[in-house]
């Protein structure tokens, strides 16, 4: 098993910043992908950012260039860094380990509120 704890939340005003962490624990796997997703009032989850193991990054289409995301190996830590973040950012973020190659390895934080205010 793996546990997954997200914070950074919080309220922020369009063009602010916010900083998000998620920190594994348990059984973890090497060679996995970390990345965040949200979901919205009414609205699917969607995929935000992932990152693998080696550091390869794929982003959503309404964030490039605005968020970033990175992580530490050594701390079991990925990190989102939103900037000019905008009212439609407003959603639950949650943070998500998988594995390519083990289907079973797939695992899901508890979420953290984000919401920007215009």
């Known amino acids: 098993q793996v546990q997954l704890v997200e914070s950074g939340g919080g309220l922020v005003q369009a063009g602010g910043s916010l900083r998000l962490s998620c920190v594994a624990s348990?059984?973890?796997?090497?060679?996995?992908?970390m990345g965040w997703y949200r979901q919205a009032p009414g609205k699917q989850r969607e995929l935000v950012a992932t990152i693998t193991s080696g550091e390869r990054t794929n982003y959503a289409a309404s964030v490039k260039g605005r968020f970033t995301i990175s992580r530490d190996n050594a701390k079991n830590t990925v990190y989102l860094q939103m900037n000019s973040l905008k009212p439609e950012d407003t959603a639950v973020y949650y943070c998500r380990t998988k594995h390519d190659l083990l289907s079973w390895y797939d695992y899901w934080g508890q979420g953290t509120q984000v919401t920007v205010s215009s």
């Open positions: 348990g059984s973890i796997f090497a060679s996995n992908v």
